[in-house]
């Protein structure tokens, strides 16, 4: 299972970004000028990595902490230039089993989290990012099965302001 310090991080991002005013917003002097180099040639790189995990968890449902072992599968995407990327596209599954500590229930989880980055340009000052994540620990012990699902997506428009379009996030126990 995913740290969900990424997540946390992103909704409170949003919901900061979200409550700012316009004396906060960032202007077209606060970023960084940005020359484009229309023959710079784009180019796409991509990247998987399996990593093993061996981790603590502590259920929402009952406050123990389950010791969960297995593996986080990544497929990562950049397209750009050497020096900026305009698109970026991370895909992360992570499958474990546990235990749990306390109640010595038996765990299986699944965790699926994408996120997403575009630019229409170098030189235009908007962008889209978006993240999504959907996890699941199920448990034949009645009580302690939950899933979570989370999603955020937020705008740069032309003008320099930042609009957060969806901020959503929710966590369900399950009998």
Do not use: W
């Not at 406050?63 to 050497?82: C, M, N, P, S, W």
């Not at 109640?103 to 229409?120: K, L, W």
Request: charged share 15%; proline share 5%; hydrophobic share 40%.
């Amino acid at each position: 299972m995913q740290s969900l310090i990424l997540p946390a991080a992103a909704i409170l991002a949003a919901a900061l970004l979200a409550g700012c005013g316009t004396e906060s917003v960032p202007t077209a002097q606060d970023l960084p000028a940005v020359e484009a180099d229309a023959s710079a040639p784009y180019s796409t790189d991509h990247f998987s990595s399996t990593i093993p995990l061996d981790e603590p968890f502590v259920s929402p449902c009952n406050g123990e902490t389950i010791h969960l072992t297995g593996t986080l599968r990544a497929e990562d995407t950049f397209v750009g230039t050497t020096d900026y990327f305009l698109h970026h596209e991370l895909q992360v599954v992570v499958s474990e089993t546990g235990t749990g500590l306390t109640t010595g229930a038996s765990y299986n989880s699944h965790d699926v989290n994408h996120e997403s980055f575009n630019s229409p340009s170098l030189l235009a000052a908007n962008f889209t990012f978006t993240y999504r994540e959907n996890y699941f620990f199920n448990s034949k012990t009645l009580g302690l099965s939950f899933s979570g699902r989370f999603f955020v997506h937020f705008l740069l428009l032309p003008s320099r302001e930042f609009v957060v379009t969806r901020d959503f996030g929710s966590l369900e126990c399950r009998a």
